[in-house]
């Protein structure tokens, strides 16, 4: 049965030569991040001094088949030190959080230094998500949503057929009292 430390060493290897890192390990999970300091991220994550920060959360259950994982994405404000570090983010910096199941992309059209040739890269805030769903796989772990993701989507869809029931009964109303 594998554990959190056995998918937390087959994430890092999948995480090898990408902007993520693992960080905040806890014996039943970790979470993934871009690895923000990296100043040869900076330039793309940067761009006009916003960036959405992703993380995934990843939680692995007491059986050890399954895995929660929960995208938790912060739109903030980047800054560099003297030293060209990044520096966390200021509570005052977070813009907006958003948590679930979040599936985004962004282009980023960057210049080279020497040439002056621009490079178009494209970030996709999935691109985490894929690494944990396949080190867990590679593992024979199954993936699921958080509870908290699970609920919200119940909700959801009960506020949805509420709506939908109001919305017929004001049709019906129409059709009963222009008739009489």
């Not at 938790?72 to 948590?99: I, K, M, N, Q, Y």
């Amino acid at each position: 049965m594998p554990t959190a430390e056995d998918l937390a060493a087959a994430v890092r290897a999948r995480a090898e030569g990408t902007p993520y890192r693992i960080v905040g390990e806890r014996p039943d999970g970790f979470e993934l991040r871009l690895d923000r300091p990296d100043a040869a991220w900076w330039r793309i994550f940067s761009h006009s001094y916003y960036a959405t920060l992703v993380t995934h959360e990843v939680s692995v259950l007491p059986d050890g088949l399954r895995i929660e994982l929960t995208d938790v994405v912060r739109r903030t404000h980047w800054a560099l030190d003297a030293d060209g570090r990044f520096v966390e983010p200021e509570r005052g910096w977070v813009r907006s959080v958003s948590r679930g199941t979040i599936r985004s992309t962004f282009t980023a059209s960057i210049a080279d230094d020497e040439s002056g040739a621009r490079t178009r890269v494209l970030f996709d805030t999935a691109a985490g998500r894929r690494i944990v769903t396949d080190a867990a796989q590679g593992l024979g772990m199954s993936v699921g949503a958080s509870a908290g993701t699970r609920t919200a989507t119940v909700v959801g869809l009960v506020a949805a057929g509420l709506g939908l029931a109001v919305a017929l009964s004001a049709v019906v109303m129409i059709f009963v009292v222009g008739r009489g």
